[in-house]
């Protein structure tokens, strides 16, 4: 079993899964099936945003969908409005939503726990008023058209779904890299120090504040880079985009992936994604199906499936090392434990 | 080392605590005792900077960290453990430690996307400075075994180690023998002395008379948030008031 479980952990696992990735629009039996999926990777790329201040960090940020419409709204006006080719607006949509992060950050970070968690949602809901009531800028419920497409290099052209599939998954792995290169850090470290209590944080020489606006602004900065794909791909947006429901979603696929666990996030919104496609002829009964599944995965995984995998296989490695350690010399310091072959 | 002056907190219109002056030696063991809500955890919080006082204040070392930041005053040398210990418990015990390490480090995001040389080497020192506190507990034996699985003393231990990779001088300990059984007792009071052998400070918190009064070069008594009494063990133990307040409070603390 724990053979088996060592497959998933195996570093070469994630070029087969890259290689799925790669291969899905060759295997996928419509065009439809490739939208979707690139709408996932899209969302998992803010997932993994999410994840870094709420799963890694411990703040539960509720306004996190509202960044997503900023770099979303950002990308639209600055294309659509004012003429910018797509890569300079794409930048300065990662930008804006960094710059906006790094304010609210600032201000809402001094509340702690579920302070916070209601300021963030509070928030959220301003972003979402704003977008919807400040025509001058955001055209309001018209929502903005004619977006552009990501501009394509030689003989590639973005505003087609193959392509731009490809795209999404360029910058998912270059969202998953950065994550895990994170989590690994002495800077990630931190975060989960954070995670684990203010004051044993703070006891060990941690800058509170500073290093959890450092999260935020990750986290928002995540989020706009998606948003602006997101707005990129289906070239027409509106106020709905900025629904703090979406922000319910994201945290739903954290949940059922796994919060602070490096595939989670991927592994949640593929998952629920492509679930909740498969129970579309359900319609609105689907939630009867999906609800009680959340319910159950809950209760049974409260970790999510990715965090109750690792912490089972984290477990049984640390009981295999002892099994095979050799009778210890006195039981205090200086006692050797054989690695695991 | 320590020297605390006219310290007070208010709480609302409690006093948690009141007045209180008095000074530790270093590289001694110093021990605070008192009744449940005498206002113990409340002074280590003062002292670490998690909390303000109201007035008065603290020197370390001739220094002024009454107004300090928590982890300013951990920089200059402050290690901490709590009355509860919060590891993470679905990591290693070396997982746990590691971040012990990062406020002697200056590693920040660029690092991380670079993975600088800088990193790279910090990343190893924490990870050296986290073995070598390990060793120091006399847990080096666990350091793969996930938290979850450990006993409670060890994890009493473990919460010493993250205190001492922080390379401290002085160390709070809050009530490090809670919860653990008289042997064990023992071996905690050994470790304890071990620190002061090398050059630490130690302040601690307990309620176990007989482990304090073996170990503690200075015993300070708070009551109700005020200074009642402060000498060495068998001062206290001869002293009329510190009799009064633990006869005339609950029992269990003077167990
Ligand atoms: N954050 C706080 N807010 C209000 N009152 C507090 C707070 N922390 C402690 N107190 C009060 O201060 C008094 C001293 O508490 P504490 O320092 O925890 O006592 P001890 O550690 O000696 O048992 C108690 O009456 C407690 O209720
Ligand atoms: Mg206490």
């Known amino acids: 079993m724990r053979r088996f479980a060592s497959l998933f952990t195996h570093p070469a696992a994630r070029w087969v899964l890259l290689a799925l990735a790669l291969g899905f629009p060759f295997v996928a039996s419509s065009e439809y099936q490739v939208y979707v999926m690139a709408t996932a990777f899209i969302w998992a790329i803010a997932v993994y945003g999410l994840n870094i201040i709420t799963g890694y960090c411990g703040q539960l940020n509720l306004a996190h969908g509202g960044f997503f419409a900023v770099g979303a709204y950002a990308l639209a006006i600055l294309t659509s409005d004012h003429g910018w080719n797509f890569w300079p607006a794409f930048l300065a949509a990662g930008l804006v939503s960094a710059a906006l992060g790094a304010a609210v950050g600032v201000v809402s970070l001094r509340l702690k726990e579920h302070y916070f968690a209601i300021f963030t949602l509070c928030v959220g809901f301003i972003i979402y008023l704003l977008i919807d009531k400040w025509e001058a800028l955001t055209h309001g419920a018209i929502g903005i058209r004619g977006i552009a497409a990501p501009d394509g290099f030689g003989l590639v052209d973005f505003s087609q779904t193959r392509p731009f599939y490809y795209l999404a998954l360029g910058f998912l792995v270059l969202a998953i890299w950065f994550a895990g290169r994170l989590a690994s850090s002495l800077l990630g470290r931190t975060f989960m120090a954070i995670r684990n209590g203010d004051a044993l944080a703070q006891s060990l020489g941690i800058d509170l504040m500073r290093n959890k606006v450092l999260a935020f602004v990750l986290s928002t900065t995540y989020a706009g880079v998606a948003g602006a794909l997101y707005a990129s791909m289906i070239r027409f947006i509106g106020p709905e985009e900025a629904n703090p429901n979406h922000t319910f979603d994201m945290i739903t696929y954290l949940l059922i992936g796994g919060f602070g666990t490096l595939f989670g996030p991927l592994a949640g919104t593929v998952g629920v994604v492509w679930i909740t496609q498969s129970l579309q002829f359900l319609e609105d009964y689907r939630m009867v199906i999906f609800g009680p599944l959340i319910v159950v995965l809950v209760i049974f995984m409260p970790r999510g499936v990715v965090g109750t995998f690792l912490g089972w296989k984290l477990r049984k490695d640390a009981e295999a090392a002892r099994a095979d350690a050799r009778p210890g010399v006195d039981g205090m310091s200086g006692t050797e434990v054989k690695p695991h072959a | ?255």
């Open chain 2, 1 to 255: 080392m320590l020297k605390v002056e006219k310290l007070t907190k208010m709480f609302g219109g409690l006093a948690a605590v009141h007045d209180v002056s008095v000074e530790f030696e270093a590289r001694k063991i110093n021990a605070i005792i008192g009744p449940n809500g005498a206002g113990k955890s409340t002074f280590f919080n003062l002292i670490s900077g998690l909390r303000k006082p109201t007035s008065g204040r603290i020197l370390i070392d001739g220094h002024d960290v009454s107004r300090l930041r928590c982890d300013r005053v951990a920089r200059l040398g402050v290690g901490r453990t709590f009355q509860t210990t919060h590891l993470f418990e679905q990591a290693t015990v070396l997982d746990n430690l590691i971040v012990g390490h990062r406020l002697r480090t200056r590693s920040g995001l660029w690092d991380v996307l670079i993975n600088s040389s800088r990193l790279q080497r910090e990343e190893r020192e924490c990870r050296e400075k986290a073995r070598e506190a390990l060793d120091f507990v006399g847990l080096a034996h666990l350091e793969n075994r996930v938290v979850l699985d450990i006993s409670q003393e060890e994890r009493k231990r473990v919460a010493f180690a993250l205190a001492l990779a922080t390379e401290p001088k002085l160390v709070l300990l809050d009530e490090p023998a809670a919860g653990v059984n008289p042997e064990e007792t023992e071996g905690l009071a050994r470790l304890i002395r071990k620190m002061a052998e090398h050059g630490l400070t130690v302040c601690l918190i307990e309620h176990k008379m007989d482990m304090i009064m073996g170990l503690a070069d200075k015993i300070m008594v708070l009551n109700y948030g005020e200074k009642i009494a402060e000498g060495t063990p068998a001062e206290i133990k001869a002293n009329p008031a510190v009799i009064e307040a633990y006869l005339g409070s609950d029992h269990d603390a003077a167990a």
